[in-house]
């Protein structure tokens, strides 16, 4: 009898977006400190009695468990590490547009540190409301710069928005909270 044995990968991740896939998983995209950016299988998560549902929120930062198998990973445990603990309008708007940016810009499986620890940083910031609209503009570069592409500085673009939208070839379709440009 042949054994296959699944690999298993233990990393922090960040929830960039998730889509109801069958009756009761999601299909997860998240950015993981070990692998960057990927996409998964959360089996059962959408059940009223997953004790994985309520970590998997956008913009949940959590500890995870991935079992790799022959199509996407199995996401097979999750922890919370961070969540938002009040929800405004503003701080959800700008969560939003930072995971749709920070969704359309990355590559899959291209892991990066300093990516990982300013995403990180810019969310810790956004639930807690301590990062200025201009600050979470100003991380959004680094990360954009951190990606190989130029300083927002360095273009005709007038926000973050703006410059992702041109480099996307599309509009940005969450709230446009860093839409307006710093003064």
Not at 17 to 38: C, H, I, P, Q
Not at 86 to 104: C, D, P, R, S
Not at 152 to 159: E, I, N, R, Y
Request: proline share 3%.
């Amino acid at each position: 009898m042949h054994m296959t044995t699944h690999q298993t990968v233990n990393t922090e991740a960040i929830v960039l977006n998730r889509k109801a896939f069958g009756e009761a998983d999601w299909v997860m995209t998240l950015y993981t400190k070990a692998s960057g950016k990927l996409t998964c299988v959360a089996k059962g998560a959408r059940k009223m009695q997953s004790s994985k549902r309520a970590y998997l929120e956008l913009g949940s930062e959590i500890s995870i468990q991935l079992i790799q198998s022959h199509g996407l990973p199995i996401l097979s445990q999750a922890t919370l590490i961070s969540s938002p603990t009040e929800y405004t309008a503003q701080n959800t708007k700008a969560l939003f547009q930072v995971l749709e940016i920070i969704h359309t810009l990355t590559p899959e499986q291209d892991p990066s540190d300093d990516i990982y620890m300013e995403l990180r940083h810019i969310i810790r910031g956004i639930h807690t409301r301590t990062l200025s609209h201009t600050t979470i503009s100003h991380l959004l570069n680094t990360i954009v710069t951190l990606l190989g592409y130029s300083d927002l500085a360095d273009t005709p673009h007038k926000s973050i928005t703006e410059y992702v939208e041109t480099i996307a070839d599309r509009p940005m379709h969450a709230f446009s909270y860093l839409t307006v440009s710093a003064k």
